[in-house]
């Protein structure tokens, strides 16, 4: 009975964590330039070892890998005094959970549920390096979903996000900036009418996300970032009955930025769970590579 409740348990909480997917690096809401196209790409590598209840360890034996790929194409663009940067995110990859016990394990590989978002920046102001911006995000369930699996790369409900973003940077000393940021969010989402090998109803309380950085100019081409990320994850709900699988979490990480030229950079990205009250405990190491471009100039062929 306690293996039944335990893979119940995960059934509920190991769906790709599709909020934690959407969560921001350091510098994320400083806009670029009106016009310039921006080519993201994104590597991660998810494990875990360590399973808790309601804050209490219970196994530190379970094998949770995951290899998830981010494509993100961003345009910079203005609408009357306004900066937005309309733009999706197609996550694709693999997931595999292991119990350990020699019968109980999934795995998962395909596209995830597409992204769409935009930010609109309120304030944009460089010169003083403040900036405020507003994103909604609009999660499409259409990615590879299977009831019968314990991990999956679809959430197959809607999933919407509204986040507020706020940059205030100083100049220490010429050409080193230190940026402290703050974002705010909440997560809603519809029912998963087809949940579990049953194909029962889920429906899950809306959750929250607050996030900080604070990063600093090393150099002119070098900066880094200490990262934290706080979630708080609604109970779910399946056929009336309430599973107390939310509650918070917090993420401490380090981030690392290089401009390998003008119109290249990579970032690096450590960070592991310091508390989770239900589900696993993970670390996850990220890649990004990014490549920017004046997307108007290249559209009048200069």
Not at 73 to 89: E, H, K, L, R, W
Not at 188 to 198: A, E, L, Q, R, V
Request: charged fraction near 15%.
């Amino acid at each position: 009975m306690k293996r039944i409740s335990i893979v119940m348990f995960l059934l509920l909480t190991l769906m790709v964590p599709a909020a934690v997917l959407a969560d921001n690096l350091a510098r994320d809401y400083i806009p670029a330039p009106p016009g310039t196209l921006a080519i993201f790409a994104y590597y991660e590598h998810l494990t875990a070892t360590n399973l808790y209840v309601n804050g209490n360890k219970f196994s530190n034996n379970i094998d949770l890998n995951g290899n998830i790929g981010l494509f993100r194409p961003v345009y910079f663009t203005q609408i009357g005094p306004f900066v937005i940067d309309p733009q999706f995110i197609i996550p694709f990859g693999s997931l595999s959970l292991d119990l350990n016990d020699g019968i109980s394990s999934s795995n998962s590989s395909g596209f995830g549920d597409p992204i769409l978002l935009a930010t609109i920046w309120f304030l944009n102001d460089p010169k003083c390096k403040t900036y405020l911006g507003f994103t909604p995000f609009f999660y499409i369930p259409v990615g590879s979903y299977d009831n019968d699996k314990a991990v999956n790369l679809s959430e197959n409900r809607w999933h919407f996000r509204e986040e507020l973003g706020f940059v205030k940077g100083w100049e220490i000393i010429p050409e080193h900036n230190l940026y402290f940021e703050l974002q705010v969010a909440g997560d809603f989402f519809t029912s998963n009418n087809d949940f579990g090998p049953t194909g029962a109803t889920m429906s899950q309380s809306p959750g929250l996300t607050v996030e900080s950085h604070l990063s600093y100019d090393l150099t002119k081409l070098f900066w880094a970032s200490a990262d934290y990320y706080y979630h708080y994850n609604g109970n779910q709900v399946v056929d009336d009955v309430t599973f107390k699988t939310g509650g918070p979490s917090s993420t401490v990480g380090l981030t690392l930025g290089y401009n390998i030229a003008p119109s290249y950079q990579l970032v690096f990205q450590y960070k592991v769970d310091a508390y989770v009250e239900n589900g696993p405990q993970t670390q996850t190491a990220l890649i990004r590579f990014l490549y920017a471009t004046d997307f108007l100039s290249l559209s009048k062929g200069k």
